[in-house]
């Protein structure tokens, strides 16, 4: 069998990717590696929980940062998959030590697998695709909820790893959840798992809030740039803060630019980035069209998560990866020291050699509306709702694709009336993020809280709206949600959303393949989620509070 992997939005056919390589260029040696390193995971979760012992931190940060490597688009990297694989059987095994003698326990065998030669890793991957994990369809769809809900988590509780915050809860979750893949669970019990994986993933989001504001401030309204300068300069995309403070700093006074692409664009809301001069603005639109921007940007690029698209030679020299982001040929800049930086150097020499960015748009984009700063206003937004001018608010957070069915968010942004205000976080916005869709009384239309981890803002916003009305439930609020989900941090996000009570949310562009109709009727019929229809007929639906 080839791989198999469904684990985005993109999967092929909605079924799911086989053969020799994914719809996002994933090859098929790739995602079964990535399988196998998801096994040896299980294995050391395995040992986690039979030693009935607090997770040690060193084992919790590599089940996160395992897990991270392989959600869609951070690591296309055969070698580094094995690398990691490696590291994994060292520590099962260390863990299996500690655990001591396991006497009448049924031991699975991704605990005791040994094989590490690489031709037999991937015979031995071929046998480990999720849908190894049960028989039953259902059960299978659960574990596979459970499963992309986690990589989420890891991708989060890796940046609050980066910004020295852990919450050795998450780990021990992760841990717990990963363990239960090799387990005769029946439905109720895989349940409960999700949900609690919807809790954590709310704590991983808080944390991660935390991290970012307590090192870099709290996220102010700010109007970013889209034009260039006439420096060379070097453009950062990803999510990870810390590797942005690092370049920051190693740039100033270099005479090289920085400029965002893509779900770095909020790093600019952040007062403790503002105040590099040489951090000029946001260069090009969503990541699955890094492909031209790249090509016009002329100097090199670093990408410190996904969402990286097949490289191409026209950028490929120029192109830069970090943390657990790889791609085959490209130059890989280490992890940092203690207490020290990572080494940015060789990026910021090549950009020196590099001519200035070519100018594809000018003018600005506003955002920076996270919690502080939406409740910072929030007499004036709760002012407009009661005057009337705010008549709904309508979360449109999560991820963009490439996929032309996306259009529909764009349709429903521009078909939504002039009395409704958007709440976007995530690259999900660059459907409509440069749409002239106005404000009211001053608060713009488009609210965009940050990165897609920020969705937790937005959440804190409907909650404390919920405070200051009085109300007794979330779902009273004139609210509604309609999001768009690519990867599985967004998996984490939906899990944390239902978690929170949230009920009537739209989702698109299709519901997740991996799960049966079973589940999906299950999440139907407690959660009351939907699929998108027609931007007219769920704009007007979503107004009159359905
Ligand atoms: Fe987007 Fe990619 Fe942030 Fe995702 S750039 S799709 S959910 O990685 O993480 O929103
Ligand atoms: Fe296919 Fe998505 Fe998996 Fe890539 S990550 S192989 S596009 S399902």
Redesign the pocket.
């Known amino acids: 069998m080839s791989m198999f992997c469904f684990q985005c939005q993109e999967a092929a056919k909605n079924v799911g990717c086989s053969g020799s390589r994914g719809i996002c260029g994933k090859s098929d040696r790739a995602s079964d590696l990535m399988d196998l390193l998801v096994f040896v995971l299980r294995g050391m979760s395995f040992y986690v929980e039979q030693s009935k012992q607090l997770i040690d931190r060193k084992y919790g940060i590599f089940l996160v940062q395992g897990l991270f490597a392989t ?4 690591n296309f990297d055969e070698d580094r998959i094995v690398e990691l694989i490696r590291k994994g059987f060292v520590l099962r095994d260390e863990l299996k030590v500690k655990a001591g003698p396991l006497a009448g326990v049924v031991v699975p065998e991704c605990a005791t697998w040994k094989e590490n030669d690489k031709e037999a890793m991937v015979v031995k991957s071929k046998e480990v695709s999720p849908l190894s994990y049960d028989s039953n369809e259902d059960l299978r769809s659960l574990k596979a909820l459970l499963l992309y809900g986690l990589k ?1 988590i890891g ?1 989060y509780a890796d940046h609050a790893h980066e910004l020295g915050f852990h919450n050795d809860e998450i780990f021990q979750f992760t841990a717990e959840a990963l363990a239960a893949i090799d387990k005769a669970l029946d439905a109720n019990a895989l349940v409960a798992l999700v949900m609690k994986a919807g809790e954590v993933s709310v704590k991983t989001m808080a944390l991660l809030d935390e991290a970012n504001t307590s090192r870099y401030g709290h996220p102010e309204v700010t109007k970013v740039k889209l034009g260039v300068g006439k420096n060379p300069g070097i453009l950062i ?3 990870d803060l810390r590797d942005m403070e690092d370049l920051l700093k190693q740039t100033e006074g270099t005479g090289v630019d920085v400029y965002t692409h ?2 770095m664009l909020p790093a600019h809301y952040y007062p403790n980035f503002k105040k590099y001069k040489h951090f000029v603005g946001n260069y090009g639109g ?2 699955w069209q890094q492909d031209k921007d790249f090509e016009t940007f002329n100097g090199p690029i670093l990408m410190t ?3 990286i698209i097949p490289v191409k030679d026209s950028y490929k020299n120029r192109m830069f990866t970090t943390g657990m982001a790889g791609y085959p040929g490209l130059k890989h800049i280490g992890p940092r020291p203690e207490g020290g930086m990572k080494d940015f150097s060789a990026v910021i020499k090549l950009a020196k050699t590099c001519p200035a960015p070519k100018e594809i748009e000018t003018g600005e984009i506003v955002g920076g509306f996270a919690h502080n700063q939406v409740m910072a206003v929030a007499d004036k937004v709760v002012g407009a709702v009661k005057a009337g001018k705010i008549k709904r608010f309508v979360v449109m957070a ?4 490439r996929f032309n069915s996306r259009k529909y968010f764009t349709d429903v942004a521009q078909e939504l009336p002039k009395d409704a205000v958007i709440l976007t976080a ?3 916005k660059y459907r409509y993020n440069k749409l002239p869709l106005g404000d009211i009384d001053g608060i713009p239309r488009v609210l965009d809280a940050g ?3 920020d969705s937790y803002s937005l959440a804190v916003i409907a909650l404390k709206l919920k405070e200051v009305f009085g109300l007794d439930d979330i779902n009273k609020l004139p609210l509604s949600f309609d999001i768009a ?6 998996v984490c ?1 939906l899990l944390a959303l239902l978690y929170l009570g949230v009920k009537g949310i739209r989702l698109g562009p299709t519901l997740p393949a991996f799960v049966s109709p079973n589940i999906a009727k299950v999440l139907v019929e407690n959660f009351d989620i939907k699929p998108i229809t027609e931007p007219k007929q769920d704009v007007a639906a979503m107004m009159a509070g359905r």
Do not use: P
């Open positions: 959600i869609t688009n951070a989420g991708a995309s990803g999510h893509s779900e969503s990541w998560t996904n969402c999560g991820c963009d694709g995530g690259c999900a990165q897609c981890n989900w690519y990867e599985q941090k967004a996000v």
